[in-house]
């Protein structure tokens, strides 16, 4: 039986397309048990509030482990749009016309309103195929303008409120460990006090995209020791709380490519993107000093080796310096995407898949 299991196993890599197929094997497997698990996203598949709901058209089956998230992540993307404004111009029937695998955008239209799991639904499936969708969620730092924010806050009240960042106008630096902080990411109470993560989960995104990670290196700076594995440790309770509620959802970090110093985080996250890779680090339209850009690739690569989707987000206009980044990536086996860094629009330089 156990080598007839394998056998079934084999043929289903081998064959994805015959999904009808999988639905009869995916019913004899579950019927015989074992300890690994045979997870399916299939066009009726499970979301993360225990509803059954048409999500992808398309099949995807990942071999792996149970309790294990080492197994490459068995997305097929060749590329993407990282848009976190601007929606009002560039709506999402603009973005679902276009060819990207994967989009990055924010869980909000506005300051205040979310888009519905229909809308998000829609984008998955829209006119130029289908999508992977991911939404943007700082957890590094406080944003004034989301709907947690409370008109008395300020530095030091709450206590986990952090200094103002100069660069970011209405963003404060915040103490991550502190659990004030964490109840208003993740926590399943419903009406206004429901998690950000939550709402994220309940609007039917496939993943999260952790932004300020690297968040740690302020604190340690203010003399605050073992701050990077305080972040190791929550970027864990994200991703062992969203996989709790659905399976199949995805974590995304952006930047702190160093934190694969420690296993744990590493085994926590799905995927990474980074920043001026190539362009950007110092001024946009400005190449990387090729130090800075050996050391970002050196952590990227660990990522890439663990089976992990490496996108690399570069701040370049000049159509050289465009061209270049996406050799360099390519040359790496990273995912290039290169825009402006407010990232309010689809970039109209020559690298928009057509296909």
């Not at 397309?17 to 995916?26: A, D, E, S, V």
């Not at 208003?184 to 995104?205: H, K, P, T, V």
């Not at 952790?210 to 990077?228: F, H, P, R």
Request: charged share 25%.
């Amino acid at each position: 039986m156990l080598k007839f299991k394998i056998f079934l196993k084999d043929y289903l890599i081998k064959f994805k397309k015959k999904w009808r197929f999988f639905i009869l094997i995916i019913f004899f497997l579950s019927s015989c048990g074992g300890n690994n698990s045979l997870n399916i996203a299939t066009s009726a598949s499970e979301t993360g509030n225990g509803t059954l709901t048409a999500e992808d058209n398309n099949i995807s089956g990942t071999l792996q482990g149970a309790g294990s998230n080492n197994s490459p992540l068995n997305w097929n993307i060749k590329s993407f749009l990282y848009i976190l404004q601007g929606y009002e111009t560039t709506s999402l029937d603009i973005i679902g016309k276009t060819h990207f695998d994967l989009i990055i955008m924010d869980a909000y239209k506005t300051d205040t309103i979310p888009f519905s799991r229909e809308e998000i639904f829609n984008l998955k499936n829209s006119s130029g195929g289908f999508k992977k969708v991911l939404a943007y969620m700082s957890i590094g730092e406080a944003e004034s303008y989301r709907y947690y924010w409370k008109k008395d806050w300020k530095t030091g009240s709450p206590s986990y409120i952090g200094a103002l960042n100069p660069d970011w106008p209405g963003n404060y630096k915040v103490k991550y460990w502190i659990l004030g902080w964490k109840d208003i990411i993740m926590n399943d109470n419903q009406g206004d006090s429901r998690g950000y993560l939550d709402r994220i989960l309940d609007a039917g995104f496939d993943g999260v995209y952790l932004d300020i990670v690297d968040a740690y290196e302020y604190w340690l700076d203010q003399g605050i020791e073992n701050t990077d594995r305080l972040m190791v440790d929550f970027v864990k309770e994200i991703s062992e709380y969203a996989k709790s509620r659905n399976p199949n959802f995805k974590i995304f970090s952006q930047n702190a490519q160093e934190l694969y110093i420690h296993p744990d985080y590493l085994n926590a996250i799905d995927g990474i993107g980074r920043e001026d890779t190539y362009y950007g680090y110092e001024e946009d339209d400005l190449a990387t000093p090729p130090s800075v850009t050996l050391e970002i690739e050196k952590g990227l690569d660990v990522f890439k080796a663990a089976g992990k989707i490496v996108l690399s987000i570069d701040y370049a206009v000049t159509q050289a310096k465009i061209d270049d980044a996406y050799e360099k990536a390519s040359l790496k086996g990273y995912i290039e995407f290169c825009t402006i860094r407010d990232l309010s629009r689809i970039p109209n330089n020559g690298h928009i898949p057509l296909n």
